[in-house]
């Protein structure tokens, strides 16, 4: 196979999975448990994430689900506790990707991704021990632009055309199974994430580009 572009997901990927004491601090403002809150809060994500909805109409719909409604002085600190929870960057998917850089790959971002999270991986979170891993990319393809979602397949045909390349010359990472087999049936290489060393293992080991 001649891999030329690699495509990375960015939530549980690039970063480390959800800071789930920081979940527990959303779910203490909207007065519920965490199981239920947790259910509401990936519920109502859907058009929050294609940038059709607004953070607070967002966060409003997760409390009216407890037939509750946010406080206005709520809103911004529920977005800053949401975005803290996503953004611990993955020091080991980040090696894995300065290595393949190096190598020459073509390498992008395609990622459901609302706009808050957006202006945090553009601004703070894009720095690790100083340095800019956001640089190491060639493009970043976030749902909340596309107004597009995975696991729906003319995401990934608005990736293929933006990277102008040819699906088989393409190997996608994510952590959701869906997404994967979404890609795969485009015609894509895919790979599910389960860990930085189970993915260095495969893309050595089977892709042969490590």
Known sequence: MSIKT??????????????LELAGKMAAIIGAGPDEFAHAYAAER??????????????????????????????????????????????????????????????????NMNVEGKERMLGQARLLD???????????????????????PEIYHSCLERAAAQPGECLFIDDIPANVEAARATGMHSIHFTGAKELAAILAEEYKVL
């Open 130 to 152: 100083g340095e800019d891993w956001l640089a190491l990319f060639d493009d970043v393809l976030l749902s909340c632009d596309l107004r597009q979602l995975k696991p729906r």
């Open 46 to 111: 859907a058009e929050y994430d294609r940038g059709t909805m607004s953070a607070e109409e967002y966060w409003n719909r997760v409390a009216g689900r407890f037939g509750r409604q946010i406080e206005p002085k709520d809103h911004a600190t529920l977005v800053r506790l949401d975005m803290d929870s996503w953004f611990t960057i993955n020091a080991e998917t980040i090696a894995l990707i300065r290595a393949l850089k190096t190598r020459g790959f073509r390498l992008l971002i395609l990622s």
């Open 6 to 19: 690699i495509i990375f997901d960015c939530g549980r990927v690039i970063t480390q999975d959800q800071n």
